[in-house]
């Protein structure tokens, strides 16, 4: 494998070498014809090259004696989340134990689960972590001055906390006396989240000019696999002084990656101060988002 790649290396070394040489003596369709030739010839080294990786990559998954299974989470309480992993151990051997070892961010000192065997070489560990599993719900304003539209400012209002959070984890084996553990995986608690919900992005836009108003647009990504639990009302809210002042009906918009909602609200700081956003879903849990807005001038 190794020597396959520095043929190629030298392959494409030697073809620059040769161009570089006769390319001062040769017309310009010449060259043309030269380089045309010399981008095949990178393609066809690109397209090996990735074989020979993906090769390597197969290689080294067959090679390993363990092999990752799915991790599930499910909702036990506000903070209190309960974690299912699987794991297979190939070459599994009876009477081999197996741990689970894991450790969310803040934590110095890995904690251990014994794995509980299912089928033969295939284990499964339950447990507990005390995180907030909300949706990831990203708010995002815009604003531009009133006169000319120039001057725009940006700003997140809010952003999910606790998107960098992680859950670090490994598996160890111990079998006769021997000890071997597998290397630490790391997953994010944003991706643990899209498990149970869709990421929503909202964006509001204030637009000046003689009309003022905030145009309000609500994402949902459907680009990650479908989660647990679904989306069922989206309720906009015009609040005032903290006090609710009335309901916006929303427009909605649908194509096969997003599901949009849709509002353009017009302006008027006497009526209102702040939009509040809703979301209602098939578990019965209320999530809410607010931004405050006027002083646009």
């Not at 995002?140 to 209002?157: C, I, K, L, R």
């Amino acid at each position: 494998m190794k020597q396959n790649r520095e043929k190629i290396y030298i392959g494409i070394i030697i073809a620059l070498l040769i161009f570089t040489f006769y390319s001062r003596n040769l017309q310009s369709g010449d060259l043309q014809r030269i380089e045309n030739n010399l981008h095949g010839i990178r393609r066809e080294i690109s397209g090996e090259i990735g074989r020979i990786e993906h090769q390597v990559s197969q290689i080294r998954e067959e090679e390993r004696w363990w092999s990752k299974g799915a991790m599930e989470i499910d909702r036990k309480g506000e903070d209190l989340q309960e974690v299912t992993v699987e794991w297979q151990i190939r070459d599994y051997k009876d009477g081999e134990q197996v741990y689970f070892h894991y450790l969310t961010t803040g934590e110095n000192d890995y904690r251990q689960v014994e794995m509980e065997e299912v089928s033969t070489g295939f284990f499964r560990a339950v447990f507990d972590i005390e995180m907030t599993m909300d949706p990831v719900i990203s708010v995002y304003y815009t604003g531009s001055s009133p006169s000319d539209g120039s001057n725009e400012v940006e700003e997140w209002v809010s952003q999910e906390e606790g998107q960098q959070d992680y859950l670090r984890h490994y598996v160890s084996t111990e079998y006769n006396g021997e000890r071997r553990t597998t290397g630490e995986e790391r997953m994010h608690f944003s991706g643990m989240k899209f498990e149970l919900y869709h990421p929503l992005h909202i964006q509001i836009h204030y637009q000046g000019g003689n009309q003022p108003e905030y145009n309000l647009n609500i994402d949902v990504d459907y680009y990650h696999p479908s989660p647990k639990y679904q989306l069922e009302t989206v309720e906009v809210f015009l609040m005032k002084a903290g006090q609710r002042v009335r309901e916006v009906e929303i427009e909605t918009r649908e194509d096969p990656s997003h599901h949009f909602y849709h509002k353009n609200i017009p302006v008027n700081e006497e009526e209102y101060d702040e939009i509040l956003l809703r979301f209602g879903y098939d578990s019965g849990e209320v999530f809410e988002r607010s931004v405050e807005v006027g002083n646009q001038q």
